[in-house]
């Protein structure tokens, strides 16, 4: 059965500090890898989409590396802004009868300090 | 495009009475997932269906919970009888392919 675990659970940091929040799973047969970011009471948006054969992704500031042979994956922050605070969720995909479903970590609670 | 559209947004309801969540998924996507968050869980996936077929309902807690998916645009989450324990933020997501999720805005339910 599919583990998913993040570290820190909660991270603060002052402005304009590179960060990095991790992502380990104990099942390395997966098909990719979603970060996503979650605002208080608001739903799930997807940031940086790692498939299986990659080992990482970028989009703006925001970088997302996959080590599937160790089961880890690590999201890098760069120059974190106040706008960065929000709940970072990794989740892990894999097949299971000709359907494709996620595994959700328990996510890192950031909040970036002006 | 809507997106995933979940309603209620909120709903408050007293301990014992029947709750139904409802679902409509992005247009042509064939996979449909209920998810519930809470602060001591995180995100549990309870059920999902492919091809309006549930696939996989051993996320779902107990007899209580049960899912329905008609129709390829429209699904259900029903609780009978609600208890305050399942309260919560439901979310409904939907995908075409392993792309990646779409998810709904999700509905709070409170029971009290």
């Known amino acids: 059965k599919q583990e998913v675990t993040q570290i820190p659970a909660a991270l603060s940091v002052p402005e304009g500090e590179n960060l990095v929040l991790n992502c380990s799973f104990t099942?390395?047969?997966?098909?990719?890898l979603q970060w996503f970011r979650q605002d208080p009471g608001k739903g799930l948006t997807s940031l940086l989409l790692?498939?299986?054969?990659?080992r990482e992704q970028t989009s703006g500031r925001l970088n997302a590396s996959l080590d599937k042979s160790s089961g880890r994956s690590t999201l890098y922050i760069a120059a974190s802004q106040p706008g960065d605070s929000a709940t970072y969720l990794c989740?892990?995909?894999?097949?299971?009868?000709?359907?494709?479903?996620?595994?959700f970590g328990t996510g890192t609670r950031l909040k970036v300090l002006a | 495009d809507a997106g995933v559209i979940q309603s209620p947004r909120h709903e408050v309801t007293e301990m014992g009475q029947e709750v139904t969540l409802r679902c409509k998924p992005i247009?042509?996507?064939?996979?449909l997932f209920w998810y519930r968050q809470t602060m001591m869980r995180g995100l549990e996936l309870l059920i999902y269906?492919?091809?309006?077929?549930?696939?996989?309902d051993s996320g779902m807690p107990e007899d209580r919970f049960s899912a329905k998916m008609p129709n390829a645009s429209f699904s259900t989450l029903k609780i009978q009888p609600s208890e305050p324990r399942d309260s919560a933020v439901y979310f409904c997501?939907?995908?075409?392919?392993?792309?990646?999720?779409?998810f709904g805005s999700g509905t709070r339910l409170t029971v009290v």
């Open positions: 997501a939907s995908s075409l392919t392993a792309y990646g999720y779409t």
């Open positions: 099942d390395s047969a997966i098909y990719n």
């Open positions: 790692i498939q299986s054969s990659q």
């Open positions: 989740a892990v995909c894999g097949r299971t009868s000709g359907t494709y479903k996620y595994i």
């Open positions: 247009s042509g996507h064939n996979s």
């Open positions: 269906f492919n091809n309006n077929v549930p696939i996989d």
